[in-house]
């Protein structure tokens, strides 16, 4: 790595170094292919995998579950700040690449973005981490956040982990429900928008709200 740069190794090499040591009788790079082919070769599952999935590996262990765990989060970090997210949410398209990250789970979890007058971003919540197909949001639970950050509106955002966006009767009422809420309290709902691997559905676009 020192010599070719970072770039030129494999992922189960970049995966060794990150592991450091092996087990009895198994080479660090052997334990990291073994540790990758658990989760089909793929950095998304490895990602989705909690830290007792991967620490139950013979070998791995919790330290270097954790270690693991810790790197795929920076990455996730970096591509956000590579992407130079807007502070300013004023299109469903921008709530789509700030969520980004949402795309690739594999339960429904409902976030709650919190905005001033402007639409900038004052801060962001997950507030509900479902099922892998469905997640319960309360109002309570939405504008409890928006009344911590003093903010003049929300956007709640949530993830159909079956990689469609068309939004489906509870998210419907949800967001209905949300609206009326929302008056009452003098917080307006300025979206809710549901993203996937295909897209993004937003209530605002589609005259839903």
Do not use: W
Not at 40 to 63: F, P, Q, R, T
Not at 125 to 132: A, H, R
Not at 136 to 146: E, S
């Amino acid at each position: 790595m020192i010599k070719a740069g970072p770039e030129a190794l494999s992922n189960e090499e970049l995966l060794a170094v990150l592991l450091r040591t092996g087990k009895k009788g198994k080479h660090v790079l052997e334990l990291s292919k073994e540790l990758f082919r658990r989760f089909d070769n793929s950095l998304v599952k490895l990602m989705n995998a909690s830290v007792e999935e991967i620490a139950a590996i013979e070998g791995v262990g919790i330290v270097k579950a954790v270690t693991l765990k810790a790197a795929l989060e920076l990455g996730k970090r970096l591509h956000r700040e590579l992407e130079q997210v807007p502070e300013k949410l004023d299109s469903a398209g921008k709530v789509y690449r700030y969520c980004q990250d949402m795309v690739y789970l594999e339960k429904e979890v409902v976030k709650v973005v919190c905005l001033d007058r402007r639409l900038n971003v004052l801060s962001e919540s997950v507030i509900t981490v479902g099922t892998s197909d469905r997640s319960l949001v309360h109002p309570r639970d939405v504008f409890r956040v928006a009344i911590r950050s003093n903010a003049s509106g929300v956007i709640v955002v949530h993830n159909h982990p079956s990689g469609d966006p068309t939004p489906s009767k509870e998210d419907r009422a949800i967001t209905k429900n949300l609206k009326r809420v929302g008056e009452i309290l003098g917080i307006e709902l300025v979206d809710h928008v549901i993203i996937s691997k295909r897209g993004y559905y937003s209530f605002r676009e589609e005259g839903e709200i």
